[in-house]
């Protein structure tokens, strides 16, 4: 039995040089998916998608600007900068009511003409436009 012990230490001592055994080239010698990071190369550009914004002030009673035309996906967001409280209603536009600084936001998916109104104050109105 004691040849078998010299070449058992002797494999023990080389796997332990090399590594515990893992190769050190090869498929086997690659890190994990999960442990892999993508970097784009230097001086590639990377495709960023901007998101298309628009935005309607709530101020003096009134829509500001009242009428605003925008490209299909695009979100508008009305923010209520008067003292008063006021809130966006018509169509698919139905903010809870916005104390002064509250905001309300709509994506437009769909081309239209779209009416709406302060149903507090049903004087104010406006009209988003949305184009393909």
């Not at 890190?31 to 901007?50: D, F, N, T």
């Not at 967001?77 to 006021?86: K, L, M, Y």
């Amino acid at each position: 039995m004691r040849p078998y012990l010299g070449a058992l230490s002797a494999v023990v001592a080389l796997t332990a040089l090399t590594g515990c055994g893992a190769p050190s080239t090869g498929p086997a010698a690659a890190p994990h998916a999960e442990h892999q990071v993508s970097m784009p190369m230097a001086g590639a550009e990377v495709a960023v998608r901007p998101v298309a914004t628009a935005t309607v002030s709530i101020a003096n009673f009134a829509f500001a600007p009242a009428a605003i035309t925008v490209k299909a996906g695009t979100t508008v967001t009305w923010t209520n900068n008067d003292s008063a409280p006021h809130d966006v209603r018509g169509g698919p536009l139905q903010s809870p009511t916005l104390n002064k600084g509250g905001t309300f936001s709509h994506t437009f998916a769909t081309p239209g003409t779209f009416r709406y109104i302060c149903s507090i104050h049903p004087s104010m109105t406006g009209t988003v436009t949305v184009t393909a």
